[in-house]
Each structure stands twice: as structure tokens, then as C-alpha cells.
């Protein structure tokens, strides 16, 4: 996955969620390897240790353990919490 294709696919989620919070884009989830090769790219920050790492105030988890993927607030549970609106592209 690219930057864009990550962008492309946080703004479709939020576009097809409508008032359905539970459908918003909720964790991003990155395998170490696409992160270090393309999504490194991406402006994550971290603002405060219990925010985490986010893109978009998206909150980003990488590991060797995890697919990329982007996960719904409702399949991410507590682990993409505390959520936050959607900020638009840089």
C-alpha cells in the first residue's frame, strides 16, 4: 500500500460510513516491512505517549505480526481508541 492508496481508502471508509460511527476508519495496521519500504513516507506523528502513533489522527500500529490494512473503529475496538475525526490530506 501506498501513501495515496492509504489516503484513497481513509477517505473512501469515512465517505461510506455516513453517520455510522462504528464504520469510520478506526486503526491502521502496518507490517513493519511495507513501513520501512513505502509508508514510511506517510506524516505519522505522536504527539503524547497514550495518543500513539497516528496519520490523520488515525491511530497507526505497526509490527511483523500485522497485515496492512486499514480496520473499521468497530473491528478495532479499544485497541485504535482514544478515536478522532478524520483530518484531511496535507
Given at each position: 500500500?501506498?501513501?495515496?492508496?492509504?489516503?484513497?481508502?481513509?477517505?473512501?471508509?469515512?465517505?461510506?460510513?455516513?453517520?455510522?460511527?462504528?464504520?469510520?476508519?478506526?486503526?491502521?495496521?502496518?507490517?513493519?516491512?511495507?513501513?520501512?519500504?513505502?509508508?514510511?513516507?506517510?506524516?505519522?506523528?505522536?504527539s503524547a505517549l497514550h495518543d500513539g502513533l497516528r496519520h490523520r489522527d488515525i491511530q497507526v500500529h505497526v509490527s511483523s505480526a500485522f497485515e496492512t490494512k486499514v480496520l473499521t473503529r468497530a473491528e478495532a475496538g479499544e485497541r485504535g481508541a482514544p478515536y478522532r475525526d478524520l483530518m484531511p490530506r496535507a
Open positions: 500500500m501506498t501513501p495515496n492508496e492509504l489516503n484513497d481508502t481513509l477517505d473512501a471508509m469515512a465517505a461510506a460510513a455516513g453517520d455510522d460511527h462504528g464504520k469510520l476508519p478506526g486503526l491502521i495496521t502496518v507490517e513493519s516491512s511495507h513501513w520501512i519500504s513505502t509508508l514510511g513516507a506517510i506524516r505519522a506523528t505522536c
